[in-house]
Nanobody, 125 residues
Framework: QLQVVESGGGLVQPGGSLRLSCKAS????????IAWFRQAPGKEREEVSC????????HYADSVKGRFTISRDNPSNTVFLQMNSLKPGDTAIYYC??????????????????WGQGTLVTVSS
């Protein structure tokens, strides 16, 4: 079974930074477009960012634009989400998702067939 595993979540103060990692297990992430989603308590899941297979195209939600950066290191089979200037409103479980069906172009793919279990990010003083 294809699987991605997120890591790097934790408790951080407002204004702080975290870097999340998404690592593939049993498949090569190089051929997959990747997205990060988040879901806060009582809220719907929100797409945060996505990155094309080459890493050359990225998209961000307006709520994180200018603060978060998505990147990928295909040799290590890992995608990263660098989160700076964190706010309490960024508190959520962050999920990594992968698709070999769609690609990032003018927007993020609409379907992802591989999902991780999530990592919790808490922004609080």
């Amino acid at each position: 079974q294809l699987q991605v595993v997120e890591s790097g979540g934790g408790l951080v103060q407002p204004g702080g930074s975290l870097r999340l990692s998404c690592k593939a297990s049993r498949f090569t992430l190089q051929y997959y477009a990747i997205a990060w989603f988040r879901q806060a308590p009582g809220k719907e899941r929100e797409e945060v960012s996505c990155i094309s297979t080459s890493g050359g195209i990225t998209h961000y939600a307006d709520s994180v634009k200018g603060r978060f950066t998505i990147s990928r290191d295909n040799p290590s089979n890992t995608v990263f989400l660098q989160m700076n200037s964190l706010k309490p409103g960024d508190t959520a479980i962050y999920y990594c998702a992968a698709t070999a069906i769609g690609e990032v172009a003018e927007s993020c793919p609409s379907y992802f067939e591989v999902w991780g279990q999530g990592t919790l990010v808490t922004v609080s003083s």
